[in-house]
């Protein structure tokens, strides 16, 4: 016997001979499977009317038709695979058969010891098609990898990539924080591609997207008959990410009850369909995206906090782009290339005075605003070099704070003579954050980039009673 398992698969066997459909009944129940046979078209039209399979195991030739009819009536629900059995020497049977939708098929006289292969790969196939449908609804809003601009990352990543390696098979969730449009997606994928799993899917997913009423059949599925339009079963995104990993990006927007879903999900590796009974193993790795501050929503009772500490294993902070310096010309070459490459354009450079307005540009929307901008400059620009002039005109007059000749904050500053007090220039730094903040500590932390914990021990010390909040 196999050292493998069916269980949580429903499965049809339509077969007249007695002895055969015996023997793969039985074998089928030894991997756990749940196994109806039928012997007849009729009786097979009959269980598929009330019941619910993942797969069905159909001979071509039986007593009151032919079992390629109930492929050409679309008798099987879409989530419900078909395997064919044909005699040797009838393989028409089975070629018209894949033709008209079936997964695959198996000849006999056939050993059972072949249908875990052939069982797998039809679940694999069927997770493909799904994986598929998936991919088509969210190509439109992918964004293409942007190269070497993000080599800050590349230490966090390696030590992420490291312990995957170590722990294949059971990987730990990674959270992933930053403003929208930092890049959050690029890195999950990133750091799908890079891990061991890489040959297996990465399925993504905007929660933020997801209405309540819906929420559930999308990521778990539901049976035929869950709901009112549940005509079919359909499978949910954590079985099509069996085996791979899971993108939930702006996890915080699902609802408490879909939070402890996903948090089950997580600890017990076992997942239910909307409207199911069975219990439905999976290995998915979890990478979980926000742009708010989890911590700050577990404060306010707005993000579970048992699902937070089980996501807050690896955490990756994007900064913001306006932060990265220089790194914002390297970051727009990269796209700029790729926007050529992609639609063959022609050649054009970043003047002077194009850097130099992408350097002094706010970049509220991040690296998903810089890309919009390049883009939007290739098509208005008329010479070879693009010089983002509308840029001062969408950014507005601006009103810099006063700042004094010996102001470390002026653009201006010499350092004195007798040196210089970073620690004084800190904690300045830190009660402009806070006056610009209404002395909230938190949002203050974010604008100067660094942890609450970090800023409240400024602040506080080791004085345990202190919130800062």
């Given at each position: 016997?196999?050292?493998?398992?069916?269980?949580?698969?429903?499965?049809?066997?339509v077969e007249d001979e007695r002895l055969l459909c015996k023997q793969i009944t039985a074998y089928?129940?030894?991997?756990?499977?749940?196994?109806?046979?039928?012997?007849?078209?009729?009786?097979?039209?009959?269980?598929?009317?009330?019941?619910?399979?993942?797969?069905?195991?159909?001979?071509?030739?039986?007593?009151?038709?032919?079992?390629?009819?109930?492929?050409?009536?679309?008798?099987?629900?879409?989530?419900?695979?078909?395997?064919?059995?044909?005699?040797?020497?009838?393989?028409?049977?089975?070629?018209?058969?894949?033709?008209?939708?079936?997964?695959?098929?198996?000849?006999?006289?056939?050993?059972?010891?072949?249908?875990?292969?052939?069982?797998?790969?039809?679940?694999?196939?069927?997770?493909?098609?799904?994986?598929?449908?998936?991919?088509?609804?969210?190509?439109?809003?992918?964004?293409?990898?942007?190269?070497?601009?993000?080599?800050?990352?590349?230490?966090?990543?390696?030590?992420?990539?490291?312990?995957?390696?170590?722990?294949?098979?059971?990987?730990?969730?990674?959270?992933?924080?930053?403003?929208?449009?930092?890049?959050?997606?690029?890195?999950?994928?990133?750091?799908?591609?890079?891990?061991?799993?890489?040959?297996?899917?990465?399925?993504?997913?905007?929660?933020?997207?997801?209405?309540?009423?819906?929420?559930?059949?999308?990521?778990f599925g539901h049976e035929r008959g869950a709901f009112t339009d549940a005509r079919a079963a359909?499978?949910?995104?954590?079985?099509?990410?069996?085996?791979?990993?899971?993108?939930?990006?702006?996890?915080?927007?699902?609802?408490?009850?879909?939070?402890?879903?996903?948090?089950?999900?997580?600890?017990?590796?076992?997942?239910?369909?909307?409207?199911?009974?069975?219990?439905?193993?999976?290995?998915?790795?979890?990478?979980?995206?926000?742009?708010?501050?989890?911590?700050?929503?577990?404060?306010?009772?707005?993000?579970?906090?048992?699902?937070?500490?089980?996501?807050?294993?690896?955490?990756?902070?994007?900064?913001?782009?306006?932060?990265?310096?220089?790194?914002?010309?390297?970051?727009?070459?990269?796209?700029?290339?790729?926007?050529?490459?992609?639609?063959?354009?022609?050649?054009?450079?970043?003047?002077?005075?194009?850097?130099?307005?992408?350097?002094?540009?706010?970049?509220?929307?991040?690296?998903?605003?810089?890309?919009?901008?390049?883009?939007?400059?290739?098509?208005?620009?008329?010479?070879?070099?693009?010089?983002?002039?509308?840029?001062?005109?969408?950014?507005?007059?601006?009103?810099?704070?006063?700042?004094?000749?010996?102001?470390?904050?002026?653009?201006?500053?010499?350092?004195?003579?007798?040196?210089?007090?970073?620690?004084?220039?800190?904690?300045?730094?830190?009660?402009?954050?806070?006056?610009?903040?209404?002395?909230?500590?938190?949002?203050?932390?974010?604008?100067?980039?660094?942890?609450?914990?970090?800023?409240?021990?400024?602040?506080?010390?080791?004085?345990?009673?202190?919130?800062?909040?």
């Open positions: 016997m196999p050292d493998v398992t069916l269980a949580g698969l429903s499965i049809l066997v089928l129940e030894k991997l756990d499977a749940d196994v109806t046979g039928a012997n007849t078209v009729q009786a097979a039209k009959r269980f598929l009317a009330d019941l619910d399979f993942d797969l069905v195991l159909l001979d071509v030739n039986l007593p009151d038709g032919r079992g390629t009819d109930l492929l050409k009536e679309r008798i099987f629900p879409a989530n419900t695979g078909v395997i064919v059995m044909t005699a040797e020497g009838a393989i028409s049977g089975a070629v018209e058969a894949m033709r008209l939708g079936a997964l695959d098929y198996l000849v006999k006289p056939f050993d059972p010891a072949q249908l875990p292969l052939v069982v797998g790969r039809a679940q694999r196939n069927k997770r493909s098609a799904r994986l598929e449908e998936h991919r088509r609804r969210v190509t439109a809003g992918q964004e293409f990898f942007f190269g070497k601009s993000l080599a800050h990352l590349e230490g966090h990543l390696q030590k992420i990539i490291a312990a995957d390696n170590r722990v294949q098979d059971r990987l730990p969730p990674v959270l992933i924080q930053g403003e929208t449009g930092t890049g959050k997606t690029t890195i999950a994928r990133r750091l799908h591609r890079q891990g061991p799993r890489a040959s297996q899917p990465l399925v993504e997913v905007n929660c933020s997207t997801l209405p309540d009423t819906l929420a559930e059949s999308e990521l359909r499978m949910g995104l954590f079985e099509a990410a069996n085996g791979g990993a899971l993108f939930l990006d702006e996890l915080p927007s699902l609802s408490p009850a879909m939070q402890a879903k996903v948090l089950t999900a997580i600890e017990d590796r076992k997942i239910r369909r909307l409207g199911g009974t069975r219990e439905l193993p999976i290995d998915v790795r979890i990478i979980a995206a926000t742009n708010r501050d989890l911590k700050e929503l577990v404060a306010e009772g707005k993000f579970r906090q048992d699902l937070f500490h089980r996501l807050d294993l690896f955490r990756l902070q994007l900064p913001p782009l306006r932060e990265r310096g220089d790194d914002i010309l390297k970051l727009a070459e990269t796209l700029l290339m790729r926007l050529r490459e992609r639609h063959h354009l022609p050649r054009k450079a970043i003047s002077e005075s194009g850097k130099k307005r992408l350097l002094a540009h706010p970049w509220p929307g991040n690296v998903r605003e810089l890309a919009h901008e390049i883009e939007r400059a290739i098509v208005f620009s008329e010479g070879d070099t693009l010089d983002f002039e509308h840029l001062e005109a969408s950014a507005g007059p601006r009103s810099p704070a006063p700042a004094r000749a010996g102001d470390w904050f002026n653009p201006d500053f010499t350092f004195p003579a007798e040196g210089f007090l970073i620690e004084e220039a800190i904690n300045r730094l830190i009660q402009h954050a806070l006056k610009q903040t209404g002395q909230n500590v938190s949002a203050a932390a974010r604008l100067l980039g660094v942890s609450r914990d970090y800023l409240r021990y400024r602040l506080f010390g080791k004085q345990s009673g202190k919130t800062g909040d």
